[in-house]
Structure formats: C-alpha cells, structure tokens
C-alpha cells in the first residue's frame, strides 16, 4: 500500500464514474498500472497508486481530479460497481465536542478568499482539535515576551512563549490557539477569542517542553488608518513573564505540513503570517540539523515587509543555507530601495514558481494579510500564463489534493 495513510483515515485516488467519458487517457498514462477498467467504470488501484499524479494533467473532463478520505480503501471491486463517487469519510479528528461557534466563522473568514476550504495533505500528521474550550480553558504561563520588530518600525511584533504546564497540549505545525482576552466587550459579555497561529514545531518551542510560541502584532490602528488598542493583541504584547493567560484550541484541520519525504513547501507570507511558515521551517530545520536532509523536498519561502525592520524573525531567517531554504524577501518601504511587494518578488522568480507549481509533489501555503491575496493571485495567474498554464485549474487541483492553503485575515 502506497502511504497515502494518516494515522486514522487514508485518501484515496478515484476516478468519478459520473463524469469520466472512458477515454482511457489516464491508464496509459499511469506509471504504475494502477488504473483499469471494465465494460463500466475506470477505476484505481489504490495498493499501486503513488498519487504521483502522471494522470492528472491529461485527463480532458477532470474525472481524474477526485479523492475521498475513507477509513479502508476502496477496492477496485466496489469502484466497478459505482454510478457515482461516495461521500468523503468523517475524518477522525480527535476533538472534545463540536467547535465553538465563533471559531468556526472566524475559520470560515480566515479561508474565505482565494484558499475556500481544503483537506489536509495526504500525509499529514492526525490533529487534535478543541481540546480546551471557553468553559475549560487551558492556563498558559509567559515564558518570555520579546519585541521582534525594531523599536523604530510602525508595527511591534511580539513573540510569545507560552508554557501549558501539567495540561497537555498537542498540537502541530499551521495550527491556532484561541486567546481569551480577560474583561468584558462594551455589551458587557466576556471577550470573544481571537486565534493566534502557533510559530513554533509540534515537538515545543523548546523540544521536550510543554510550550509554544505565538508571533503577535500590537493593533495600534483599524484598517481605516484611525486609531484602536486591540484588545488582545494589547493584552498580549503587554504581557510579562510568568503572568497567565487562557488558551482554548487547538484548532485547524487543513492548514498542516505533509509528512513525507521529497514534497516541497512553497510558503507565501506577510508580517504575522510568518508564524505557521516559522513553525514549518523549524519542523524541517530541525530534523536537517540532525542530518535527515533527505526528509523533505525543496522549500521556498517569499516574505514580505515595509521594511527588514519589521520583518519578524529577520536575522534567523538571513542565517538559513540557501540549500535549506530559499528565501525571497520583498521590501516595499526600504530606504534606498526601489518598492518591492511579495508578488512583485513571486513575478522575478517566475520560472522557479512555474516549476514548483508543474510538480505534483509541492505543497503551497499563503498566510497573512487579507489584503495581501488579490496580488499573489495577479502574480500567479501571469506566470501560468506566460508559462502556458492555467492557474485557476491548477489551484483548484491543488485544493482538491490538499495541496493549497490559504489563511489571511483583517
Ligand atoms: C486563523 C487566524 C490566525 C491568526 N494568526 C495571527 C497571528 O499569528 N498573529 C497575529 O497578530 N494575529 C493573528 N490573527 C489575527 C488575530 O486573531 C486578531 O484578529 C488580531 O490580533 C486583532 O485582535 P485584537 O483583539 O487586538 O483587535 P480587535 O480589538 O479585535 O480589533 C481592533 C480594531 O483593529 C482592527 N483590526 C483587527 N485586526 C487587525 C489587523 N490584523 N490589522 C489591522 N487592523 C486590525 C479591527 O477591525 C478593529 O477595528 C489570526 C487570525 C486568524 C483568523
């Protein structure tokens, strides 16, 4: 068996009888022979299947576009017998009850744009979820509270260590945690939550410990430009060592790093988006430190900032090997320097991008500003086309494959 396998539910290459028009396109181009047919049905083998995706690109209806998560694959067998595809298994997230309605439309939000919602990546790691709420928070202490930003730059970014003690609190890379800040709204009800992605890996911001970190942006003004004091980003860029916060969560399904070997992250961030790509990175950074360089494909990172001054995790970033990591920064308030945003640096890397974007085996990941969406799109619908590929389509694979994700918010 290939090991399209998480720990509780796999995903599976079909083929969807409904709208296949039996070309047979797709079983010559196969390099494993895992797709046949009978008088009905083409159908794949899922023990052959690799998902290396040879059959994708050819297939003229999308047929070919389809993967369920199942608790058992498929057999040839069965897929003989369908008139059309069956429902998508319940994934087995380990979760205490159903999530919290706030969160769910602040996820709603946060992947309304161009990203929609998205499976996870195949070989993703199994999520807990939900595992504290607002009536059972976990306690967190402040470990260190440290100003990222310079001083000078228009917005301060805090990372925060926070430390859950004796509570256990699993959680993987491009998740969130819920923040409760204390006191009350002007209706005079508690704070609603605000997540925060987690920026350090599954193993704790110090391996071995029972911590993570957040990367925070103190809301000094709305989005109108007028002044606000968020209420808990304020809160928590204010915090010291040792003082307490609650912390539900985790939360996030989708938004994971796939797990084997040779699958390439290609991560586009702004400002605090930079958290699930710092969480990412080290995930691999740590794993190459010790010597399994082999564990992971390529990984390319744009980023940008108005300035490298407010370019949170700057200096660890300019110390990674270019072999590790290639890493494009875009500046677009620079002293000196001509404007550059993040697309502008995604259209100068454009045949890299094309080649990543051709490989099936690349996983892409878009965290940040909303606002920062409508430009990365502009720049990846240019080079597809001067490229002659068809982004829409491609992302629209990509989603389905759980290869494309995407987070922004206000
Ligand atoms: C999935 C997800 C992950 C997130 N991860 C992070 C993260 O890693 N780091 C992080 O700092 N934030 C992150 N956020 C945003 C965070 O949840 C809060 O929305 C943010 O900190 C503002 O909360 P606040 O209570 O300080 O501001 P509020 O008191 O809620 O808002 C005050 C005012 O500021 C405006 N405002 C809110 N957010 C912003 C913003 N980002 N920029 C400009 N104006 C704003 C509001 O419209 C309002 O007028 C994430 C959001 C989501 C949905």
Redesign the pocket.
């Known amino acids: 068996m290939d090991g399209s396998v998480t720990s509780d539910v796999l995903r599976q290459h079909l083929i969807d009888p409904e709208i296949c028009i039996r070309c047979n396109t797709c079983e010559e181009m196969c390099p494993e022979d895992a797709i046949t047919h009978d008088d009905l049905n083409y159908v794949i083998d899922f023990d052959k299947c690799t998902m290396k995706g040879d059959c994708l690109p050819p297939c003229p209806t999308g047929a070919i576009d389809s993967f369920r998560k199942a608790t058992r694959p498929w057999t040839i067998e069965e897929q003989f017998g369908w008139d059309s595809l069956p429902p998508d298994a319940e994934p087995v997230v380990e979760s205490k009850g159903p999530l919290p309605e706030d969160v769910v439309a602040?996820?709603e939000?946060?992947t309304s744009g161009a990203g929609g919602q998205t499976l996870p990546p195949w070989s993703a790691a199994h999520p807990y979820i939900n595992l504290y709420t607002p009536e059972q928070p976990a306690v967190a202490t402040v470990m260190g509270n440290m100003r990222l930003t310079d001083e000078s730059a228009s917005t301060g970014i805090h990372h925060l260590v926070l430390d859950f003690g004796n509570n256990a609190f699993p959680y993987l890379e491009g998740q969130?945690i819920g923040v409760l800040?204390p006191g009350e709204d002007e209706n005079g009800r508690p704070h609603h939550v605000?997540?925060?992605?987690i920026s350090s890996p599954r193993e704790g911001e110090r391996p071995g410990y029972n911590n993570c970190a957040?990367?925070?942006?103190r809301?000094t003004e709305?989005?109108d430009g007028n002044p606000?004091e968020?209420?808990?980003?304020?809160f928590l860029c204010g915090l010291e060592k040792g003082d307490e916060v609650n912390v539900t969560g985790p939360f996030g399904t989708a938004f994971l790093m796939p797990n084997h070997a040779g699958a390439n992250l290609l991560m586009i961030c702004t400002g605090?988006g930079a958290?699930p790509m710092r969480a990412m990175t080290e995930r691999r950074r740590r794993k190459w430190a010790r010597g399994a360089r082999e564990a992971g494909g390529s990984m390319t990172l744009f980023f940008g900032a108005r300035t490298a001054g407010e370019l949170p995790y700057f200096g660890p970033l300019k110390k990674l090997p270019q072999e590790f990591m290639d890493v494009q920064m875009a500046f677009s308030r620079e002293p000196g320097a001509e404007k550059e945003y993040v697309q502008d640096r995604i259209r100068a890397q454009g045949k890299q991008l094309a080649g990543l974007l051709r490989d099936e085996n690349t996983f892409m990941y878009i965290c940040g500003?909303r606002r920062m969406e409508d430009g990365v799109e502009a720049s990846l619908t240019d080079i597809c086309a001067y490229h002659d590929m068809d982004w829409p389509q491609i992302r629209d694979r990509m989603r389905l494959a759980g290869r494309y994700h995407v987070?922004t918010?206000?």
């Open positions: 602040i996820t939000n946060a969130s800040p605000r997540l925060y992605s957040i990367t925070v942006k809301i709305d989005n606000v968020g209420v808990a980003s304020t605090t958290a500003h987070e918010y206000y």
